[in-house]
């Protein structure tokens, strides 16, 4: 339904660089990614108020590249809303109506829940309920796709609920949705499809278990959790397989050659004081770098040329006397490591 | 909480009250000086009412029509980045750092009967010279930095977004520019013009060279002071001040509503 084509962009210091994507009809797709990723100059450039330096976008195949802002049937919702302040809430709804349809304001209020707010003034809404007013204010351009600047930040967790179900009940009613945000909650919970966004490169695009089972980038990888996470390549040495990052050398389980990532989960990651004698074939000598406590006992990073990540109970804690600046050894299983090839992001 | 006033706080207020002082004991002590009777005289004097009602008739015509073209010009400035810019903005403020009898022989040389503006108003069948309109002309150019300067700053305080927001709801930069940046601007831009009229109200130097006849207040303040003196032109300056205070006040008041943008 949407294709993002090459599209790139320089704003000052700031540059998006050839991103490429495609939404489809009836999707929510969420642009995931850190603050200054360039999530709303993504969306500003779909709704055309940037222009791009190079790229197209297509809206049922139809190019918009000399669309008229007004004429491209997309909606924007920013994050602070962006309500006229010297207008009422019904007079907001109805900004985008000719006369005659401004009956359908009550009916739109009344599908975002909004109808008691018809009278008030921007100014005394709370943000969950500026957020359903602007919500139905870009509804009532019947959008072809519904864009979303961050809609669930600012708002308090039960307003989040609310809002959060709102969304997905006007997904499901077929709106199709981009929806914009830094959380990767948000993503789980609504996205049925993921793009994650990262310096102004789009990196990653597929479904939620794609992007968060087989995470390509360390901010991917931050997000579900795995501290454990390099990028390098593979190589084969004799009959065995290593991977490369940087200083490190792991053994990796036979794999494509190329490059790539591997993660491991920290729990996969022993420690001991001295050099095990066990059938883990990633033993480094390290250094204690960082003591965390953590729920389930201590999370400690060992520096072995690089930082690596051990999950170990309050019980192994104590007895090995951990502390930073400990020599210590970290051992894992070449088959607890899991290699993800670089691959095409969609 | 007790807060004691420092010595620094002393020194403020002091230096407030000379400036205060300074502002106000040239204005008070004209009116001390005059007589009831005698002001009353000259507030019911045919040829100083007609000169008030053509200086407020003429300033406020010179604001009203150079709005139309400064007002949108304004939010120009203030949403656009260009080469030159700087420059423009400079030239814009050029009027109120000239001598505004430099300012007065400047517009005689492009409003006289031999320039092309000249002309064509000849062609219509009136002269700017000795005209009320080139009253308005010579006070409108005086005081147009005072507009464009408050309704600029106006205007950038409006979030873009919202401007943006009413453009992807399919609103026409037309639209856009009557329905959301003026009406939040609203209050800037009264007061430039409030500022605009005030400033063409009490102008002399450039009105002077333009028009000396029909006369506005400030000329004939000036003309009863050369041929009758002082007390004389005094109590024509007093009513005039009067009334300005009068306009300035009741113009403030209509512009400083509060508007919602402003919560």
Redesign the interface.
Known sequence: MLKIDGLAVRLGNFELSAASFNVGKGDYFILLGESGAGKTVMLELIAGLIEPDQGKIFLDTFDLSNVPIQKRDLGLVYQDHALFPHMTVRQNIGYSLPDKQKSQVEELAGQVGAESLLDRWPATLSPGESQRVALARTLARRPKVLMLDEPLASLDTPSKAGIRSLLRHINAAGQTIIHVTHDFEEAVALANRVAVIEKGRVVQVGTPEDVFHSPRYQFVASFVGIKNFFRGKTEIQGDSHFFHAGQAVFAVSPCVIGSGSIIFASEAVTLSPDKPHGSARNSFPGTVAEIEPVPNGFEVSVDIGVRIFSLISRVSFEEMGLATGKKVWASFKASAIRFIPDGETS | MIRRTGLFELAICFCGGLILLFVLAPLIGMILHSRVASLCETASDSEVLKSIRLTVLTSLGGAAVLSIFAVPFAWFLARRQFAGKRLLSAIIDLPVVIPHSTAGIALLSVLNRDSLPGSIAEYFGFSFIGNPIGISVAMAFVSLPFLINAARDGFSAV?E??E?????????SARVFF??SL??ARRSVMTGFVMMFARGLSEFGAVIIVAYHPMITPVLIYERFTAFGLSHARDAAVVFLIVCLAVFILLRTLSAER???E?
């Open positions: 979030p977004r919202l943006k927001a009413a453009m992807t709801l399919g609103a026409s329905s959301i009406p939040l508007n919602h943008a919560n």
